[in-house]
């Protein structure tokens, strides 16, 4: 399969080190024993990291320890190690390519950036389930295609892997939520990027959930990330709208306003309204006006305070 990736992390890097890094790609396709390279102006750490962030088929490498002799001042030998036998992980990787053609196979004709965006992502959250932290297939792309359970950072590598053959510029961002590790997305959409974060539309347990899709900066709740890193993102989602609520009356205020709003996302931003406690408080609050509570709902899964309109 022709994988041609969005490259956003390796052309961060100087020309000498891209070239370093177009080579280990090509190399590690083949699974080499050995790989020599030159010396990389970088550390080779930011040079593997930048493979790893933007070629997820390359989900068999074991990029945590690369065994490193120094042959001379010039030049470099890597001893590659892999998640899996060679044989096995070619096995693996027909498998993810099988299943990356049945998508494409199925992709509508004539859809446009948003769409098509929000129709990827809708592939991830209608057939993956969340979980399984300690099998490292849950961390790439073959835990969503094959095992079709996976943790945030296989959703987000498998989401731009789809991007990328769908030619809708992607990246993956790594940061943390609500104070844990955590990855997801950017996405370009006619050109300006937006956050995606499959991971928390899919915890929230509906396709219809779009909390985390299309997001500008300024509504990444609960978010942190190195903003040097990645691009500031404006682009938000119009027809599902973010708001911060400062208080539990303004909550109650916002949701009578906006009670025949077709979807909408609503972000508490005040003391105590992340706790478990707080959040059974309100769902219970809800349940007495059921022409509210059939349709808002209290997310428990995010791990960020957050009230949405389930269409």
């Known amino acids: 399969m022709d994988i041609r990736p969005y490259f956003y992390y390796r052309n961060r890097l100087d020309l000498h080190d891209q070239k370093i890094v177009d080579n280990l790609i090509d190399e590690w396709m083949h699974m080499p024993e050995t790989i ?41 030998v890597l001893r590659p190690n892999y998640l899996f036998e060679k044989e096995q992980a070619r096995k693996n990787l027909a498998k993810v390519e099988k299943w990356i053609t049945e998508v494409l196979r199925k992709l509508p004709d004539g859809l446009d950036d948003l769409s098509k965006a929000l129709w990827l992502r809708d592939v991830i959250i209608l057939n993956c389930k969340y979980g399984d932290s300690k099998n490292m297939e849950a961390h790439s792309v073959y835990g969503v295609a094959v095992n079709r359970i996976a943790v945030c950072e296989g959703l987000a590598a498998a989401y731009k892997m789809l991007c990328d053959l769908c030619n809708l510029p992607c990246i993956i961002v790594n940061g943390k939520l609500a104070g844990e590790n955590h990855s997801w997305n950017i996405v370009w959409i006619d050109g300006k990027p937006s956050f995606v974060d499959p991971t928390a539309d899919l915890r929230d347990g509906r396709a219809t959930c779009r909390n985390s ?11 942190e990330w190195n903003r040097d890193e990645v691009p500031e993102c404006k682009v938000k989602n119009l027809s599902n709208p973010f708001i ?11 949701i009578r306003k906006h009670r025949e709003c077709p979807s909408m996302t609503l972000f508490l931003d005040y003391p105590g309204a992340d706790s478990d406690a707080y959040r059974n408080r309100i769902s219970t609050r809800l349940a ?13 899964c995010t791990r960020r305070p957050i009230i949405y309109l389930d269409q």
């Open 36 to 76: 020599t390279i030159p010396q990389p102006h970088a550390r080779l750490l930011d040079i593997t990291h930048a493979i790893k962030m933007d070629v997820p088929a390359l989900f068999y490498i074991h990029y945590w320890f690369i065994p490193v002799d120094c042959a001379d001042h010039e030049k470099v």
């Open 213 to 223: 899709f299309i997001r500008a900066s300024d509504e990444m709740a609960g978010y």
């Open 244 to 254: 911060r609520i400062g208080c539990e009356d303004d909550l109650m205020n916002e």
């Open 288 to 300: 007495f006006t059921p022409e509210i509570t059939s349709r808002w709902k209290v997310s428990h």
